[in-house]
């Protein structure tokens, strides 16, 4: 047994580690190694170390710090990957590891659970719900998109040919690595551009199609939360109108193509045209429906109008044969109470006969001095309202040239209508408040009526002790009528 144990050589530990190590780097090379990824961690150092497991096995693997921008995705717990690197061993633990250049998700249906579940998180966060509508027109159109292909041309094209706008574009790289950062950091920048540059007013993100792995970038939670938090309305336009990504649920829009995002973006301008064009004739439309009924309403106000010039000539023509009448019974009057007296007087003493006969002509000169001077007054306030009265025929005839000329101004653009309309409602309105009677009354004059509420216009209409009320501007006051200077007493002879 000794002799055998002797022809056996002696390693050292350090030299069976180094025998395996490179036993294994030399027998596997680079591999590609499938399983789910478990206990991650990632060191101060930049280094991250996890494991891959499946169902019978585990390996130990290492992503230096310089590959971890280069890997391709985000190492987390409980994603199923196929990573590369190579096979080697650690040998102060005695352990072989994975030291990974590269991480793919493990088929379609890994890449989907993967999508799924972000999705799950982010709309339990609230980041989908809000949606706000899009500019009618907007001043600026922002893109977000690859500076070369057709992408780019196609959205050009497109708000050339509907209504020509300014776009500002923002180029970046629309897959691969590096790009969800990029795609990220456009649309954080157009929200914070400063004031003074030209800020769009809605953005489009966009590229064409491709294959699941191909629009990643899409699906990354740095640019579904840009896009949910950005100020300015955005429309999504990645892929094929198959292809469902997660920025499409964080847009305020989603858009089949990238010709579609441009087409919802701007309005077509013969669109526009049209629906003015329309809305122009509705509203014109209108306004003749209202002439046309306000005429014919005016008509019919004319049928029943009465001619007033005629009623007051009619009226003068009552009034001289009343003072005629009046200045024929006048004498006849004045011969019967004399009469009557000279009848009283037969058996009373001739001083109270004389007297009361002195009073009698004293009445009679007076009644003869005032009446015409009253009937004079009479027929000049009479004459002055005449004068101020208008035929209804007259009128009719004025209110239906205004009315043809508001027919015509019709043909002249609307906003030059509606100022001229305000400037005369305006100029209307200071003259009604000119010759109201708040105004008069603001001038130092007053109202007077009676306590039944009728105006009081001549002074020998009140009698003594009556009550009055004079109306001033900032108030009432109630007053009682004295006896007038010169008045006699009333004998009821």
Do not use: C
């Not at 005429?295 to 004319?302: D, F, S, T």
């Not at 015409?372 to 005449?386: E, F, M, T």
């Amino acid at each position: 047994m000794s002799e055998i144990g002797q022809n056996i050589p002696e390693f050292s530990v350090s030299d069976v580690a180094g025998a395996v190590k490179r036993t294994l780097e030399g027998a596997f090379g680079r591999v590609r190694v499938r399983g789910e990824i478990t206990e991650f961690k990632a060191y101060g150092s930049g280094h991250q170390y996890f494991a891959l497991k499946d169902e019978g096995a585990k390996i130990r693997a290492i992503i230096w710090k310089f590959s971890v921008p280069k890997v391709g995705l985000k190492a987390e717990n409980g994603v199923e990957v196929i990573a590369t690197g190579k096979i080697t061993s650690y040998p102060e633990r005695s352990e072989y590891q994975l030291i990974v250049e590269k991480l793919e998700y493990a088929g379609a249906g890994a890449l989907l659970a993967r999508i799924e579940a972000l999705r799950v998180k982010l709309a339990g966060e609230g980041l989908f719900e809000r949606k706000r509508p899009l500019p009618v027109l907007p001043n600026v159109v922002g893109v977000v998109t690859s500076a070369q292909g057709a992408v780019l041309q196609d959205i050009k094209t497109t708000i050339a040919r509907r209504f020509p706008r300014p776009i500002l574009l923002w180029p970046v790289m629309v897959q691969g690595e590096g790009a969800a950062g990029m795609i990220a950091a456009a649309i954080n920048g157009f929200n914070a551009l400063p004031a003074g540059m030209p800020t769009p007013d809605v953005l489009i993100v966009a590229r064409g199609g491709g294959s699941l792995e191909d629009l990643m970038a899409f699906n990354d939670e740095a640019v579904v939360r840009a896009a949910a938090a950005s100020r300015i309305p955005l429309i999504s336009a990645v892929g094929h109108e198959t292809d469902t990504t997660l920025i499409d649920f964080a847009a305020d829009r989603r858009a089949p193509t990238p010709t579609a995002a441009a087409e919802m973006a701007v309005p077509a301008r013969l669109d526009l045209l049209a629906d003015l064009a329309q809305k122009a004739s509705r509203l014109e439309g209108a306004l003749a429906r209202h002439m046309t009924v306000s005429g014919a309403r005016l008509e019919r106000a004319a049928a029943r109008l009465p001619d007033l010039p005629a009623m007051v000539g009619a009226a003068r023509q009552r009034l001289d044969d009343r003072g005629e009448r009046l200045g024929l019974a006048l004498p006849g009057f004045m011969a019967a109470k004399r009469a009557r007296l000279e009848r009283v007087a037969l058996g009373s003493p001739r001083e109270m006969v004389r007297l009361l006969g002195a009073r009698v002509e004293l009445l009679a000169r007076r009644l003869r001095e005032g009446l015409p001077a009253l009937l004079r007054a009479g027929q000049k306030r009479l004459d002055g309202a005449s004068y101020r009265l208008t035929h209804p025929g007259a009128e009719i005839a004025a209110r239906r040239a205004a009315l043809a000329l508001r027919a015509q101004r019709l043909e002249a653009p609307l906003p030059g209508r509606l100022r001229e309309a305000h400037l005369r409602l305006e100029t209307l309105s200071a003259r009604l408040e000119a010759v109201s009677y708040e105004r008069v009354l603001a001038r130092g004059f007053a109202l007077v009526t009676r306590a039944d509420g009728g105006a009081v216009t001549l002074a020998a209409a009140v009698k003594a002790g009556a009550a009055l009320n004079l109306r001033f501007n900032d108030g009432s006051v109630a007053v009682r009528a004295e006896k007038p200077r010169g008045a006699q007493l009333d004998l009821g002879l």
